[in-house]
Antibody, heavy 120, light 108 residues
Framework: EVQLVESGGGLVQPGRSLRLSCAAS????????MHWVRQVPGKGLEWVSG????????GYADSVKGRFTISRDNAKNSLYLQMNSLRAEDTALYYC?????????????WGQGTMVTVSS | EIVLTQSPGTLSLSPGERATLSCRAS???????LAWYQQKPGQAPRLLIY???SRATGIPDRFSGSGSGTDFTLTISRLEPEDFAVYYC?????????FGQGTKVEIK
């Protein structure tokens, strides 16, 4: 079964850091670009960051650029999001998502998300 | 950045009726890079349509997508009870990837 499982969320104070992980299974992880998408509860979806299969191409939303770093370890079938200098507005459910086929493609598999709450 | 605007915000319909959802982009882009997702409460989004008009694996044929340039449409031909949800469009042709704000399809 193709599956993505996020972890690492929690309650963190403003200005602190958190590292999210996404464990992939059921598919050849290093064949696909991966992305992080977040959603404030009750609100819409916001793309956060994406990384190509070989980490050669990386992109970020302006809202997180310079604070968040996406990475992957293909040997461990894992995707990461290092989040530094966290702000209250980063509070959201964070999903990892797999592209369908190509680098520029729709997201066909999503995890269930991990909740990040930034509050003092 | 390509801004996607969805309308209406909420669509109140009865089972069996036809739903037409709109997604308008701030600038033209290739329809190859337009997707639609469905999200139900407490669940992750599910891919319905990619490339503006291609159904994803396992998606019933009552869901169809169309459009080009800046105007795209998701049509649900006959609403089933399980179709009441929030629908998002997304462009994935140029970074930053962007989503519309969503259209909620609710039971009338």
């Amino acid at each position: 079964e193709v599956q993505l499982v996020e972890s690492g969320g929690g309650l963190v104070q403003p200005g602190r850091s958190l590292r999210l992980s996404c464990a992939a299974s059921g598919f050849t992880f290093d064949d696909y670009a991966m992305h992080w998408v977040r959603q404030v509860p009750g609100k819409g979806l916001e793309w956060v960051s994406g990384i190509s299969w070989n980490s050669g191409s990386i992109g970020y939303a302006d809202s997180v650029k310079g604070r968040f770093t996406i990475s992957r370890d293909n040997a461990k079938n894992s995707l990461y999001l290092q989040m530094n200098s966290l702000r209250a507005e980063d509070t959201a459910l964070y999903y990892c998502a797999k592209v369908q086929n190509w680098a520029n493609d729709a997201f066909d598999i999503w995890g269930q998300g991990t909740m990040v709450t930034v509050s003092s | 950045e390509i801004v996607l605007t969805q309308s209406p915000g909420t669509l109140s319909l009865s089972p069996g009726e036809r739903a037409t959802l709109s997604c308008r982009a701030s600038q033209s882009f290739s329809s190859s890079y337009l997707a639609w997702y469905q999200q139900k409460p407490g669940q992750a989004p599910r891919l319905l349509i990619y490339g503006a008009s291609s159904r994803a694996t396992g998606i019933p044929d009552r869901f169809s997508g169309s459009g080009s340039g800046t105007d795209f449409t998701l049509t649900i031909s006959r609403l089933e009870p399980e179709d009441f949800a929030v629908y998002y469009c997304q462009q994935y042709g140029s970074s930053p990837w962007t989503f519309g704000q969503g259209t909620k399809v609710e039971i009338k």
